[in-house]
């Protein structure tokens, strides 16, 4: 599986953006998909997952009710909708996929995007 995330950039505090990660190869669509983000010098982190159907998700507390995770299956893409974003928010954005259950932790993805830089600034 091979992922491919886009959609950073920079934004005003309080802006939105949406993160898009498509992916390709066998059976990705059965995968759990999740975001992650780092910044330098810090351990990557969870943001948010979803099951392979979409019927399911869960998200970091920091994120909970600024961040939407969704997921189109035709199209193999994994979305991030991030509103009222806060310069904290800066970090690299990295999308991953797990043939396993929905997990915070970074040791139960297999596979892993390029990381999309995304900066607010104040």
């Known amino acids: 599986v091979q992922l491919q995330a886009s959609g950073g950039g920079l934004v005003q505090a309080g802006g939105s953006l949406r993160l898009s990660c498509t992916a390709s190869g066998r059976s990705s669509s059965t995968y759990v998909m999740g975001w992650f983000r780092q910044t330098p010098g810090k351990e990557r982190e969870f943001i948010a997952a979803?099951?392979?159907?979409?019927?399911?998700?869960y998200y970091a507390d920091f994120v909970r009710g600024r961040f939407t995770i969704s997921r189109v299956n035709t199209k193999n893409t994994v979305y991030l909708q991030m509103n009222s974003l806060k310069p904290e928010d800066t970090a690299v954005y990295y999308c991953?996929?797990?043939?396993?259950?929905?997990?915070?932790?970074?040791?139960?993805?297999?596979?892993w995007g390029q990381g999309t830089q995304v900066t607010v600034s104040s």
């Open positions: 991953a996929a797990s043939p396993r259950g929905t997990s915070v932790y970074t040791s139960s993805y297999d596979y």
């Open positions: 979803i099951s392979w159907s979409g019927g399911s998700t």
